[in-house]
């Protein structure tokens, strides 16, 4: 019986995700900051350690630490220069930041379909959507699951507009052997408690260009120049030295923290292979390219089960899979915020009231389907091969009990 229903869970103690353990060299770097007092940037060395140790890892020129992966893509799309009345292309499927980014610099998110195969945008569907007012498309590697960027750079050229990454999901995969974050014109990263590298918050801008990493700079910290110098109107969007020395020691054990992750989701998907194609899919990497798996996104075949998804997914964590959730239980165009909004005119900004009720957000067929099967199990580097075992046990469990 499921445990949902009354019975024994399969994990009598649950599977919890947790980001990294963190090492004796850690703990002493943190107390070492608390000790000195140092707690802003400018008065330590780890952010600025940090900087330079994500630009050689993720092969960009500049990185720019931030409070967190929104405060970069914000500051990434003003320093490619977005602006009111510009239109940002983006993916539904996501998290809000990918859109309300555009939002923050009073541009209009205009959202293509997705690929049902990587549950990242379609190309075809970007084009499209592409009007003389586009400026940028918003490219969210989704799970950490590498866009197919060949395409999607190919069209921004046509169009001369500006590619960035939503990396926020992704640091570490690869896409024909070149690290995401590197690709596009200007990319984000976020250091969110769930993410490769968790400092609890954070973020950081990744460019090759020197002028928007210097833009990006200023906007980060007051549009200051000079002590008290004020260039232009920029944020506090600033990383402390204590989110900068977690996140510098992360990235120093990623490569391994992804191996270990790679073992987790082989594991699993080996074990879930038996109801790949009759009650579920997991969209899988390309040949060229390298998942971080920051997710595994199962897709459930929901027409052959007698329950809708989210009764599936609290009967999987009743099992003890608490790991298990869904990202996105919705396209971002079908909530309250982005249906509110939905009255603007092409290239009016969202504050422009008397375009209410002008333009629609049309659903796109790929992310409503999406939206409607995907069940998600957060991957972190604690989750062991036995846990993968346990989990694909509950999933199995749970849909054989629920096949129509
Ligand atoms: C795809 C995507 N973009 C942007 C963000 C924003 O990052 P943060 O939570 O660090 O602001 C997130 C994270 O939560 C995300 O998943």
């Not at 940037?41 to 780890?46: E, F, K, S, T």
């Not at 092969?59 to 970069?72: K, L, N």
């Not at 490769?196 to 700079?217: K, L």
């Amino acid at each position: 019986m499921l445990a949902l229903e009354g019975g024994r869970p399969v994990r009598e103690t649950p599977i919890v995700p947790r980001p990294d353990v963190y090492s004796d060299e850690v703990l002493s770097a943190i107390a070492e900051v608390l000790r000195a007092g140092a707690l802003a940037a400018h008065h330590g060395r780890w952010v600025r350690a940090l900087e330079e140790e994500l630009a050689r890892y993720a092969g960009v020129r500049h990185a720019i630490a931030t409070s967190s992966g929104t405060a970069a893509l914000h500051i990434a799309l003003k320093a490619i220069g977005v602006g009111p009345g510009d239109e940002v292309v983006t993916s539904p499927l996501t998290f809000a930041s990918s859109a309300t980014a555009a939002l923050h610099a009073n541009a209009v998110p205009v959202f293509a379909d997705i690929d049902k195969e990587t549950l990242n945008l379609d190309p075809a569907s970007v084009e499209e959507r592409i009007t003389e007012r586009t400026r940028a498309i918003v490219v969210v590697h989704l799970a950490g699951m590498p866009a197919e960027m060949d395409e999607l750079v190919k069209i921004a050229e046509r169009h001369g507009v500006k590619v960035v990454e939503d990396a926020a999901q992704a640091l570490g995969a690869e896409y024909r052997g070149r690290r995401v974050g590197s690709i596009g014109h200007v990319s984000a990263f976020s250091f969110y408690a769930t993410k490769h590298v968790a400092a609890g918050e954070g973020g950081a801008v990744a460019t090759d260009v020197t002028a928007y990493a210097e833009r990006a700079r200023l906007l980060r910290s007051h549009g200051e120049t000079e002590k008290y110098w004020y260039e232009l109107l920029g944020y506090n969007y600033r990383m402390t030295e204590l989110q900068g020395v977690l996140a510098y020691y992360q990235l120093r054990q990623l490569p391994e923290a992804l191996r270990r992750r790679e073992a987790y989701v082989k594991a699993l998907l080996d074990e879930l292979a038996p109801l790949e194609g009759d009650l579920l899919l997991i969209p899988r990497p390309r040949p060229y390219m390298r998942h971080a798996w920051h997710l595994v996104q199962a897709l459930l075949l929901v027409e052959r089960l007698s329950k809708p998804r989210d009764y599936v997914v609290r009967a999987v964590r009743a099992e003890g899979v608490l790991n298990a959730f869904v990202a996105y239980p919705a396209p971002l165009y079908r909530t309250p915020l982005f249906q509110r909004r939905e009255g603007h005119g092409r290239g009016c900004p969202w504050s422009c009231p008397h375009y209410r009720g002008r333009v629609k957000y049309a659903p796109l067929p790929n992310a409503e389907w999406a939206a409607e099967r995907v069940m998600s199990l957060l991957v972190t580097p604690n989750l062991t091969e036995q846990d993968a075992v346990d989990t694909a046990a509950a999933i199995k469990k749970v849909l054989g009990a629920l096949r129509r």
